[in-house]
C-alpha cells in the first residue's frame, strides 16, 4: 500500500475564510507566518489579535484566534487594555504603515516606552492601500501616489520615517527587527523574527516590534513581481533589514 | 459601614473599587485628577490594574480593550477630555461593550475654564462621537447619589453591554461629604460574558470576535436596529427622576446634579414667601425622563428650567413636555454656579411677585 505524508497544510492559525487581498500582495505571505509561528510555539489558544484599519482590517476574519478590531491607530493602546487585564494572553497587533507611522505614532511609542508585553507586526508597504493609494509617511522620495502625484518631495513633506529605527531608540523597547518576504529565504529569515518575538512575549520580556518590507502592486500600478523587485531595489535599501534593537542579548551580556 | 467623609473624586473612585471595578485608565485632567491620583494608589492595592496613559484616546482605547477582553472597567476625564474620547466612546457602543465613564464637567468651548459647569449636556446626551449610539447617563446630585449610582452602573453597563456615562460638574468632584458605601444598590441580572475575547480557549470555546465593522449596508442596518432596540428599551423602562414637591406646586424647576440642589435651597425660600414651587430632577439625562412630564399638576403652567450652561437641556424638556406649559430659562456659565436667590428671582418674576 502507497504511503502519504503531509509535507505542507494551512496552518491551524488560519481559518477558510479567503483572504480578501489583490493577488500578489504580501499581506498574505505575512498572515501565514503569523498564524505558524502562533501556531508552532503552541500559542493560538491564548492568542489574541487586533485588527487594524487598513487593507487588513477584515483579517478578524481570517486568524482563527480571539480578535478585536480597533480604531485607526489605536491598536498598541487596546492591546495594553487587553493585556494589562488578561496577562496570560499573547497580544499581536497588526498595522499598516499608515496606522502605525502617521494616524497611531503616539500609542506605538507609548506601548513600547512602557514596554508592554505585546507584540506588534507593521506592515510597510510605503503607501495607504485600503484608500486608494495615498502618502504615507514611509513612502520613498520620489515615490508617486495619488496625494504625491509629482513624487514625494522631501521638502514639503520630510524625509520618509524610519519606524524601526526610532522605535529601537525607545529604552523599553525588547526587540525590534525588519524583515522581508521577497524570497524563501527571507520568508524564513521572517518567521523566525516573529516567533523569537512571541516567545520574548511569552517569557514576558517587554515589547517587541516586527517590521515587514511588503508591497502594495494595486497602488504601486505594478505587477506583482515588479512589485517585488522595487521593493528590492528601492525600499531595502532606505529600509535595511535587521535586528535593531535586542535587550534579551544585552541582559544576557549584563549577566 | 458608617459614614466617612470624603472628598467627591476620590468617594467615586472608592465606589468604583468597590462595585469591582478591575481596571482604570485615565489621563490627567482638572478638576478630576483626585480620582485617577486615588485609583493609582488602591487600585495596585487590590491587585488590579492601573494605567495613566499617554492620552485620553489611548486611554479609551485601553478601556476598549480591557470591556473586549471581558473585565469590568473605568475611566474618568473632564470635558475636554472627554472630547477626545469620543472615538473610542463610539467603538465601545458599537462593539456593545460595558464600561463606565465618570465626567467631571468644567467649563467651555475649547480649553474654557476648570470651575463647575454642565456645558457637556449635549456632548453626553447625543452620543457624542460619531453613528447612532447613546450612553446610559446618570446626574446624581449629592456625593452619596454618586457613589450609589456608580456601584451600580457596572451592573448597568453590563446588562446593557453599553458604555454608562456618570455625568457630575466640578462641584461634585470638589465638595466633601459624609458617604456611606454600604447602601444597598439594585443587583442587575447578568449573563456570562462569553462573548469576550480574553484568549482564554482552553476550554475549547470557538474564537470570539469584537467588532464594529460591517461592510454589508443591510447587515449594519440590522445592527443599528439591534442597538435602536437597546436604546427603546432604556426609553420605555429605565428613565430616572425625582418629583419634589409637586403636589402643591405652582411652577416647576426642572434642574440636574448640583443645579437641582441649589434649586432644593430655592424652593425653601420661595415657600417662605408663599410660593409653592416643585422640582423635576432628571436622574437619567439620557434616557430623559418624559414621564415625569406627564406628572405635573394641572395648575401648573410654567416651568422654569435651570443649568450651568446656556440652555441646553431646554430642548428636551420642551418635548417631554409636548408645549403644554410655557417654558422658561435661566443659567450660569463659564463656571459660575447659580445662587439659590437668582433661581427665587427667576420665580418671582414668573408668578407676578410674592404674594
Ligand atoms: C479615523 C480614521 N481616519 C481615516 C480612516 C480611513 N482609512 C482607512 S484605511 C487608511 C489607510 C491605511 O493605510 P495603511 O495603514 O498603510 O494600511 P494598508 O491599507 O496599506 O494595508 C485610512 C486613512 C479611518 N478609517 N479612520
Ligand atoms: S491595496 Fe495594496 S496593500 Fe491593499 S490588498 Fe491591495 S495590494 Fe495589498
Redo the contacts with the bound molecule.
Keep these: 500500500m502507497p504511503t502519504s505524508k503531509i509535507v505542507y497544510q494551512k496552518s491551524a492559525g488560519l481559518t477558510d475564510v479567503p483572504l480578501t487581498y489583490c493577488p500578489g500582495c504580501t ?1 498574505g505571505i505575512i498572515h501565514k507566518l503569523v498564524a505558524q509561528s502562533l501556531e508552532e510555539l503552541g500559542l493560538l489558544e491564548r492568542s489574541i489579535g487586533i485588527s487594524s ?4 482590517a477584515l483579517n478578524y476574519d481570517f486568524f482563527s484566534c480571539d480578535m478585536v478590531q480597533v ?2 491607530g489605536r491598536a498598541p493602546a487596546v492591546a495594553t487594555g487587553i493585556k494589562r487585564v488578561r496577562d496570560n494572553a499573547i497580544l499581536f497587533t497588526y ?6 507611522a502617521s ?1 497611531g505614532i503616539a500609542e506605538a511609542i507609548h506601548a513600547a516606552h512602557r514596554s508592554e508585553n505585546i507584540t506588534i507586526i507593521f ?1 510597510n ?1 510605503a ?5 486608494g493609494g495615498q502618502m ?1 509617511p514611509t513612502t520613498l522620495i520620489g515615490q508617486k501616489t495619488t496625494t504625491s502625484p509629482d513624487g514625494r518631495d522631501a521638502k514639503e513633506t520630510g524625509l520618509p520615517l524610519k519606524i524601526s529605527e526610532m522605535m529601537a531608540t525607545i529604552p523599553g523597547a525588547t526587540y525590534v527587527e525588519r524583515v522581508s518576504v521577497h524570497n524563501p529565504q527571507h520568508v524564513n529569515k521572517a518567521k523566525k523574527a516573529l516567533k523569537k518575538a512571541f516567545d520574548i512575549q511569552d517569557k514576558k520580556q517587554g515589547f517587541s516590534l516586527i517590521e515587514f518590507v511588503s508591497t ?1 502592486p494595486v497602488n504601486w500600478g505594478m505587477t506583482p513581481k515588479d512589485a517585488v523587485d522595487w521593493a528590492v531595489e528601492h525600499m531595502i535599501p532606505y529600509y535595511p533589514l535587521g535586528v535593531y534593537k535586542d535587550r534579551t542579548k544585552e541582559e544576557q551580556a549584563n549577566d | 459601614m458608617a459614614k466617612v467623609l470624603m472628598k467627591g473624586n476620590e468617594a467615586m473612585a472608592l465606589a468604583a473599587i468597590k462595585a469591582g471595578c478591575e481596571a482604570f485608565y485615565g489621563y490627567p485632567i482638572t478638576p478630576q485628577n483626585e480620582l485617577p491620583e486615588y485609583m493609582s494608589k488602591h487600585m495596585h492595592e487590590n491587585d488590579r490594574v492601573f494605567v495613566q496613559s499617554e492620552s485620553e484616546v489611548a486611554a479609551i482605547n485601553m478601556v476598549y480593550g480591557a470591556a473586549a477582553a471581558g473585565a469590568r472597567v473605568l475611566t474618568s476625564s473632564s470635558s475636554p477630555g472627554i472630547a477626545l474620547k469620543q472615538e473610542g466612546i463610539s467603538y465601545i457602543a458599537g462593539s456593545e461593550l460595558p464600561a463606565v465613564i465618570i465626567n467631571v464637567m468644567r467649563g467651555g468651548p475649547g480649553l474654557g475654564g476648570i470651575q463647575p459647569s454642565q456645558g457637556d449636556y449635549k456632548q453626553i446626551t447625543r452620543g457624542g462621537g460619531n453613528g447612532d449610539y447613546y450612553l446610559y447617563s446618570l446626574a446624581p446630585e449629592s456625593l452619596q447619589e454618586a457613589v450609589d449610582l456608580i456601584k451600580e452602573s457596572f451592573d448597568i453597563a453590563d446588562y446593557f453591554r453599553n458604555p454608562v456615562m456618570i455625568a457630575v460638574d466640578g462641584l461634585i468632584g470638589q465638595m466633601m461629604e459624609p458617604v456611606d458605601f454600604d447602601h444597598d444598590v439594585p443587583k442587575w441580572t447578568l449573563e456570562p460574558k462569553t462573548w469576550a475575547a480574553d484568549g482564554n480557549r482552553s476550554n475549547g470555546r470557538e474564537k470570539n470576535i469584537v467588532n464594529s465593522l460591517y461592510l454589508d449596508p443591510l447587515v449594519l442596518e440590522q445592527h443599528n436596529l439591534k442597538l435602536k432596540a437597546k436604546y427603546d428599551e432604556m426609553k420605555r423602562d429605565h428613565q430616572r427622576y425625582e418629583m419634589i414637591n409637586m403636589d402643591k406646586a405652582e411652577v416647576v424647576i426642572c434642574a440636574f446634579g448640583s443645579t437641582s440642589r441649589i434649586a432644593r435651597t430655592s424652593v425653601e425660600i420661595l415657600k417662605e414667601n408663599g410660593i409653592e414651587c416643585g422640582i423635576i430632577r432628571p436622574i437619567t439625562i439620557f434616557p430623559f425622563p418624559t414621564k415625569a412630564f406627564e406628572e405635573i399638576p394641572q395648575k401648573v403652567q410654567d416651568i422654569l428650567v435651570v443649568e450651568m450652561n446656556t440652555g441646553q437641556m431646554v430642548d428636551d424638556v420642551r418635548l417631554a413636555d409636548q408645549f403644554r406649559h410655557n417654558v422658561h430659562f435661566y443659567g450660569r456659565v463659564g463656571g459660575v454656579v447659580p445662587e439659590a436667590e437668582e433661581i427665587v428671582e427667576q420665580v418671582m418674576n414668573i408668578v407676578g411677585g410674592a404674594k
Design positions: 499581506h484599519v487598513g487593507c487588513s480604531a485607526h498595522q499598516g504603515d499608515g496606522d502605525l494616524i506592515v508597504n503607501i495607504y492601500g485600503m484608500t504615507a502594495c
